[in-house]
């Protein structure tokens, strides 16, 4: 089967960030899309009342790929909205997956990370990756959310994290195992 990056992005970083993959690996790639485009008050609503999104119609079947590499942003320390309600959607249809974020990073985030996403698949991944914003900011600039929310990635900060892309795709798609 073939290799498949899906992924929502609301600032656009972790699209960037899918590209990045796509480039490297060289295979298909899906956007999740919402039927409304997102105001950022209302990331801070599907928490309070605990809503799940309404996800344009997707043009793929994942049951056709594998492994699935999924990428969203973490939003208080969940997997974004839109890609919980895709794993609600494509359950028992993922099969082998890993997950990758860029986000702003805490000590500790990612093994909640995979205990949500086990929970939401009955799955564990194969992988799971955090992308630090921190790490790409300014001593004086990291842990502050008007910074971090506001951050920008480019192709050279793609370059410093390049040894944990390249490990992250070493695990995604099993190539240590051989």
């Known amino acids: 089967m073939k290799p498949l990056i899906v992924y ?4 656009e970083n972790n699209k960037k960030l899918a590209v990045e993959l796509q480039d490297r690996i060289g295979c298909d790639m899906y956007e999740i899309k919402e039927k409304k485009k997102r105001k950022d ?3 801070f609503i599907d928490f309070l009342v ?3 999104s309404r996800l344009a119609p997707t043009s793929f079947d994942v049951k056709d790929y594998g492994p699935v590499i999924l990428l969203a942003p973490i939003w208080a320390g969940k997997i974004a909205t839109p890609m919980r309600t895709f794993f609600k959607k494509a359950k028992g249809d993922l099969g082998d997956y890993s997950f990758i974020t860029l986000c702003s990073g805490i ?3 990612r093994e909640k990370i995979a205990a949500e996403l086990f929970n939401l698949t009955s799955q564990k991944p194969a992988a799971v990756t955090e992308l630090w914003i921190n790490q790409l900011l300014p001593e004086e600039q990291r842990n502050k959310i008007k910074y971090t929310s506001k951050f ?7 370059l410093l994290l390049d040894k944990e892309i390249r490990f992250f795709i070493e695990m995604a798609l099993h190539t ?3």
């Open 8 to 11: 929502y992005s609301h600032s």
């Open 107 to 109: 000590p500790g985030q």
């Open 152 to 158: 920008r990635v480019g192709r050279q900060h793609f």
């Open 41 to 43: 008050l209302s990331i």
């Open 176 to 178: 240590n195992k051989e």
């Open 50 to 52: 605990k809503r799940e």
